[in-house]
């Protein structure tokens, strides 16, 4: 058998450094350091060279074994994506009265349906290419595909990939291992194409705990010719994991099942000495990429052991941000967070009613978190804050809409208005999560569905937004990117309040005894 060569490919995105593939190479460079590898991004390549450059690359390095790495798939945001506003395309269609608009809505969503299913078939192609063209000079080379897209979708991405294809759900490292020492890896969170079907319930298997230490950039960028790329753009936020994992069973969240709910924290002095290897190289500014950088209270005193070194480590240039649950903080953290840096993060409380955050098991205080921005404040922070609001999850009514706006004016005052961004999203309903369950229960989807379709009827019930209130929304909405299409989320808030007013803080603040038949927990 010919020596492990191993080539990464990271799929089509968004420049979004990848470090996925970048700690899946260091892992295996710390156990096999004698195995070949080599770095091959297809986000640094444009879209017409896709097929030459991959062609390319595996001609010269003759793998044996190609990870491919699919970072994400989902397309439904309140930005601009790759082909366009989906989210304002699916909503002209579904919800604009007038015609002209509807036809506007119409068209625009076709050209993403189409961006969509190209992507997907190029994507798959892209990796049935990558296999034949590698089986050419080792006819033994297989196939793992994996990352965050894989994660979610694992189930239906089997159906079109070649027969032999490792899919991998979660972390790699452990899949990795075993593959390179040609030992069984059926029992890690995988399952391989035209040979078994994936288990049931295999995302919900808890992976295989690991001991993270510092990632060696001087390694990675001798085999990662395109390492540069991220380097040169100052505005490039690096990704650096602290943990992994999250407690949490927030209805429609899918991380704390990819993930794992067992938080594992990475050792800070790794961390730190991450954070340096990368700063050494001119990178200033950093993205946590947990699923959450605080994930419960009792990671606080982790939090502040890290942020305390990055301070002591004299690093006082850089920059960060992270996903924040804001109910776990203290005022000590919050100074630590300021003197580090941070300068953006976002807090998906998802709506200001309390009510309704607890019906979506999302299990924090809004009043706790309202102390902790004021501390935050204090502490100096006088940055971005993006507050993350889905509304029409579940039981949203006129009354809870009223309270989003009192916490969400709140939270304006607290940090000031500029400086507070709602980002509008609706929840893109995503497969193993509580809310599917729900779905099913109250009969909006069939076990079965395919999550990935974009057909109108499915993406509609996908775009979450049901009925009494969807068609409001919807018209809220199109109203908002008529008035101020630069300004969205502001825009949808200053509506509502027009049209529905504003609670009282304290009845946002509090909630009254859930009736059963409209819990969520009651589903399952
Ligand atoms: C942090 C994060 C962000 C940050 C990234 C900041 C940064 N500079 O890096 C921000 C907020 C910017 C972001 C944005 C978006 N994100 Co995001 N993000 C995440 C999050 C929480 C962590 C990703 C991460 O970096 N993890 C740490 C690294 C080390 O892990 P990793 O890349 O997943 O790699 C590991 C494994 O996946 C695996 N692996 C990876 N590749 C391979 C290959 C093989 C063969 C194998 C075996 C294993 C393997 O091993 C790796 C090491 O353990 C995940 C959810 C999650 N908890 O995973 C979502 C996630 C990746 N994001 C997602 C999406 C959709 C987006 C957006 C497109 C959202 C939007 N609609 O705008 C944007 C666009 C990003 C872009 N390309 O432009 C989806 C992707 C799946 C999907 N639904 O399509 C995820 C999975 C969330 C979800 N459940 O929906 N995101
Ligand atoms: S806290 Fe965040 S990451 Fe954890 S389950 Fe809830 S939404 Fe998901």
New binding site residues.
Partial sequence: MNANKIL?VRLP?????????V??ADHVHKLFPHAEQRIFDLGTIPPLDYTSALDRSIDEFQPTLL???????????P?G?RGGNPLQNAFEFYYAKNPLIKLRGAFGGLRIFIAYYVELWRNLGLVKRGLKRAQKYQSQARV??????????YEQLGKSSPPGT?I?V????T??TKLLNGEDFRDER?YVVGENQPRQRLIHEQPTPLEKTVCNYDYIETIWPEFNYYLQEQD????V?TK?G?PHNCCY???TV??GKQVRINPSDEVVAEIRELYNRGIRNF?F???QFIPARKFIDDAVELLQKIVDSGMSDIHW?A?IRADNLTPKLCELMVKTGMNYF?IGITSGSQELVRKMRMGYNLRTVLQNCRDLKSAGFNDVVSVNYSFNVIDERPETIRQTIAYHRELERIFGADKVEPAIFFI?L?PHTHLEEYAFKEGILKPGYDPMSLMPWTAKKLLWNPEPLGSFFGEVCLQAWRQNPNDFGREVMNILEVKLGCADLEDALSAPIEKPEKQLAGVL
């Fill in positions: 990464y995105c968004n420049p979004i450094f990848p470090i996925g593939v700690y899946l990870v491919f790495s699919w970072r994400d798939i989902q397309i439904y945001a930005v994506g793992v595909l994996g990352g965050g897209a894989v994660s979610v979708f490792i991998s979660g972390e790699g490292e899949l990795l995988c490039f936020y690096i990704g994991q992994r999250c969240c899918v991380y990819v993930e993205w990429t947990d699923a941000a996903y976002e893109g995503q």
